[in-house]
Each structure stands twice: as C-alpha cells, then as structure tokens.
C-alpha cells in the first residue's frame, strides 16, 4: 500500500507547500511566525486553501509541532469521455476512472477526449492539473 502522508513540522512549512488541516490537503498561502517570548517557544500562523474543495483554512501553534504532509502522485492519463465529469484512463494502468472537472476554465476549455493530462492522487482523490 502506498502512503498518502509523511510527518513534518509547522516551522518549515513555506507559501506553496501542501500540509493537511482538518484531514483535507491545502496549499500554504501565507505563513507568519513569532519570535519566542519569555515563557514559550516560537509559534507559526499558516493559512491555506484546500486543493479540492477551496476553503480556506489556518492552523495555529508551536513551530515544533509536528503535522502531515500529502505525498502527491503525478500520473499521465488520456481523455475517454467528458459530461458532468471527465472520465481518464491511466496510460500506465489502463485503469478508466470518472474525476471532477477542474476548476480553471482554460483548462475546461481544453479538455476533449483523446487529449493527454497530468493528475495528482492524493489521498486516495484525483485531480487533473495540467494539459500535456
């Protein structure tokens, strides 16, 4: 089986990097971090926007606490049929399988059966990201 997260610590995340809040991957946005003060360590402040549902999210606490980070998968699929969702098929695999459309309207406008894409799994969720 493969693993869907590894451990970090909030200090080092940085804008653009993926950590898990509230069991849903997101996309740092933001980081601020205090110095330490007479009676505690330093504390770091990330906001980040969920990668498949946009919510925005933040996360509190000492830099030394420890949090999940996704492991992100990026795979190569063709286009099979697009109607309320966009049906793929792993060009390793050959395993069909039915996505949300993605959100960017370039990319929408692009998406026709037979053209090839980039996914990420994560967490057992698939996402198209890019046309190849």
């Given at each position: 089986?493969?693993?869907?997260?590894?451990p970090g610590?909030?200090?080092?995340?940085?804008?653009?990097?993926?950590?898990?809040?509230?069991?849903?991957?997101?996309?740092?946005?933001?980081?601020?971090?205090?110095?330490?003060?007479?009676?505690?360590?330093?504390?770091?402040?990330?906001?980040?926007?969920?990668?498949?549902?946009?919510?925005?999210?933040?996360?509190?606490g000492p830099?030394?606490?420890?949090?999940?980070?996704?492991?992100?998968?990026?795979?190569?699929?063709?286009?099979?049929?697009?109607?309320?969702?966009?049906?793929?098929?792993?060009?390793?695999?050959?395993?069909?399988?039915?996505?949300?459309?993605p959100e960017?309207?370039?990319?929408?406008?692009?998406?026709?059966?037979?053209?090839?894409?980039?996914?990420?799994?994560?967490?057992?969720?698939?996402?198209?990201?890019?046309?190849?």
């Open positions: 089986m493969l693993l869907s997260t590894r610590e909030l200090g080092s995340l940085k804008p653009g990097n993926l950590v898990i809040i509230d069991g849903e991957p997101c996309k740092v946005v933001s980081i601020e971090k205090s110095k330490p003060g007479k009676h505690g360590s330093a504390k770091a402040r990330v906001v980040a926007i969920g990668l498949f549902d946009g919510v925005k999210r933040s996360l509190v830099v030394d606490t420890h949090i999940e980070i996704p492991i992100i998968n990026k795979r190569s699929a063709q286009v099979v049929a697009i109607m309320d969702t966009v049906q793929l098929m792993d060009l390793e695999t050959y395993e069909t399988f039915e996505t949300e459309m960017d309207e370039k990319l929408r406008e692009k998406l026709e059966p037979g053209v090839n894409v980039e996914y990420w799994e994560i967490m057992g969720r698939k996402r198209i990201v890019r046309i190849k």
